[in-house]
């Protein structure tokens, strides 16, 4: 078993940031990948990015690529998101969940948080 515990999300206005964590426990974190996806009122989950077991290879949706940042302490068994240049789209409750391999697939996903709420005014 694995517990994900999400945290960092809040209201910022367009343009700001924010850092995402989410805390691993249960089993030992570095053995498997992780991802980020998020889910908006009405629509379907999806893909944000993900990191791999040793954080050498990252994966981002189009959307984010070049405004978001995954990153990984295996020591303090914590994943991250930096999310910068906020806009009014990113809204969504976002959840970290686990993966055997780097995917954009949320099927590919076994554990998963129970989210963190993400609100971006204009």
């Known amino acids: 078993q694995v517990q994900l515990v999400e945290s960092g999300g809040g209201l910022v206005q367009a343009g700001g940031s924010l850092r995402l964590s989410c805390a691993a426990s249960g089993r030992t974190f570095s053995t498997y990948s992780m991802g980020w996806f998020r889910q908006a009122p009405g629509k379907e989950r999806d893909f944000v990015a993900a990191i791999s077991r040793s954080g050498s290879t990252t994966a981002y949706a189009d959307s984010v690529k070049g405004r978001f940042t995954i990153s990984r302490d295996n020591a303090k068994n914590t994943v991250y998101l930096q999310m910068n240049s906020l806009k009014p789209e990113d809204t969504a409750v976002y959840y970290c969940?686990?993966?055997?391999?780097?995917?954009?697939?949320?099927?590919?996903?076994?554990?998963w948080g129970q989210g963190t709420q993400v609100t971006v005014s204009s």
């Open positions: 969940a686990t993966s055997r391999v780097v995917a954009r697939n949320p099927n590919t996903y076994d554990y």
